[in-house]
C-alpha cells in the first residue's frame, strides 16, 4: 500500500502537491487596524459555549478591524522566490472572551486572497473566507503613498461576492508604544468539520489556543480613524456596528507559527 506524503491535501506519494508545507510557518507584514465599541450582546452572540465576555471593567465590546499585507514562507524559503506563492492580503474583525478564567482574543471574522491562506487557517481555526483585500501602502519615495508620519493617510477595504462590506480610514499622528489591545492575547479559535451523513452534528468539534513565537515589532503609529461596515445578503460583519472609535494604529510584525495547543 502506497504511503501517502504531505502536511495536508493532496497527500501524495512524493508530498509535492499539499497545499501548505510543514510547520513552523514564518510571517512578516504590515497591519492597519482601526478598534472600535460596539454593543457587547453582539459580541456575545459570537461565543459559542464555554466562552464568555470579558467581565465590564475590561471593555467587553472592544473589536479590533485589522488589515494585513503579508508576505508568509515555510521553513526552506522557496516560497520567497515564487511570490505568488507568498504574497496575500486579509483582513479580520477580532473581540475577546473568558476561558477559565483567561482572556483570549478571537477571529470572528477574516477574509483572504489566496487559497493557501484559506487552508493554512481553516487548520488553525479561523473562519477564512476568500475576498478581495486592499490596504494603502507607506513609501519612502515620492508622492504615490503616505509616509509613516504624522499626518499619513491610510486606506483598507474588503469586498465578498463583490459587494464592499468594509472601509476603513486611518490618519496617523504620532508614534505609539503599541498598535491596540484587542488582539494582544493568545488566540482562541474554533475547529470543526460537519459530520458527512449532515445530520447536524460534527466529526469533530475541539477548542484551540494559539500564539506566536520569535516576535518582532516595528514602531507603531497611531492617529484617528472611521469605520465603516456594510450590509450584505451574504454577510453578517454589519451587526458589529461601530458605537465609538477608540482609534486607528499601523505597525510592521513578524512572527512564526509552530503549532498551537488543543484546550
Request: negative net charge; glycine residues 10%.
Amino acid at each position: 500500500m502506497t504511503h501517502l506524503n504531505g502536511f495536508i491535501f493532496p497527500r501524495t506519494q512524493l508530498g509535492g502537491a499539499s497545499m501548505l508545507p510543514h510547520m513552523p510557518w514564518h510571517y512578516s507584514g504590515d497591519l492597519l487596524t482601526v478598534e472600535y465599541r460596539t454593543d457587547p450582546s453582539r459580541v456575545a452572540e459570537l461565543l459559542p459555549e464555554p466562552l464568555t465576555l470579558v467581565p465590564d471593567d475590561q471593555d467587553p465590546g472592544a473589536v479590533a478591524m485589522i488589515f494585513a499585507d503579508w508576505q508568509s514562507c515555510g521553513d526552506d524559503g522557496s516560497e520567497l522566490l515564487d511570490p505568488v506563492r507568498s504574497q496575500y492580503k486579509e483582513a479580520f474583525l477580532v473581540v475577546r472572551c473568558m476561558y477559565e478564567g483567561t482572556i483570549y482574543s478571537r477571529c470572528v471574522y477574516i477574509w483572504v486572497d489566496k487559497d493557501f491562506a484559506l487552508v493554512r487557517g481553516h487548520f488553525q481555526g479561523y473562519p477564512k473566507k476568500l475576498g478581495s483585500i486592499w490596504q494603502t501602502r507607506p513609501v519612502t519615495l515620492g508622492k504615490a503613498g503616505p509616509r509613516l508620519a504624522p499626518g499619513g493617510k491610510f486606506a483598507g477595504t474588503v469586498a465578498y461576492h463583490d459587494r464592499r462590506i468594509v472601509n476603513a480610514y486611518v490618519t496617523l499622528r504620532e508614534a505609539s508604544p503599541g498598535n491596540g489591545f484587542v488582539n494582544g492575547h493568545p488566540m482562541i479559535h474554533s475547529r470543526y468539520m460537519p459530520r458527512i451523513e449532515g445530520d447536524g452534528t460534527d466529526t469533530y468539534s475541539e477548542l484551540v489556543t494559539m500564539s506566536g513565537r520569535d516576535v518582532e515589532l516595528g514602531q507603531a503609529w497611531r492617529g484617528d480613524a472611521e469605520l465603516e461596515l456594510l450590509p450584505s445578503p451574504v454577510e453578517e460583519v454589519a451587526r458589529l456596528e461601530v458605537k465609538e472609535i477608540i482609534g486607528g494604529y499601523f505597525r510592521s510584525v513578524a512572527t512564526t507559527f509552530a503549532g498551537g495547543r488543543t484546550l
